[in-house]
Nanobody, 123 residues
Framework: VQLQASGGGLVQPGGSLRLSCAAS????????MGWFRQAPGKERESVAA????????MYADSVKGRFSISRVNANNTMLLQMNSLKPEDTAVYYC?????????????????WGQGTQVTVSS
């Protein structure tokens, strides 16, 4: 499975960005996908996750009500719509996929990773 993340950039506080993750390869092995982020000097943390069929989602408390994760089945893409962005959302964002059931929030439970995309929230 190969994952390709895109959509990061510089945005002012209160602004919006949409991240995309294109998946290819042996996708029938995937149960769920997720977004993680890592700020300088901090551990990688879960942001949101979604089952491959899009039926279930999970969000970190810090982004609930502001971020929305979704799947586009037609082109095997996962999206993360980020609204009301805050400076503390600044990080490198990674997309990941897991063969594990459920919606795990630990990086160690994800089998495949895309390259990171930088999100910077600053005035």
């Amino acid at each position: 499975v190969q994952l390709q993340a895109s959509g990061g950039g510089l945005v002012q506080p209160g602004g919006s960005l949409r991240l995309s993750c294109a998946a290819s390869g042996r996708l029938f092995t995937i149960y769920a996908m997720g977004w993680f982020r890592q700020a300088p000097g901090k551990e990688r943390e879960s942001v949101a996750a979604i089952t491959w069929n899009g039926g279930n989602t999970m969000y970190a408390d810090s982004v609930k009500g502001r971020f929305s994760i979704s799947r586009v089945n037609a082109n095997n893409t996962m999206l993360l719509q980020m609204n009301s962005l805050k400076p503390e959302d600044t990080a490198v964002y990674y997309c990941a996929a897991t063969r594990s059931f459920g919606l795990p929030n630990s990086p160690s439970q994800y089998n495949y990773w895309g390259q990171g995309t930088q999100v910077t929230v600053s005035s």
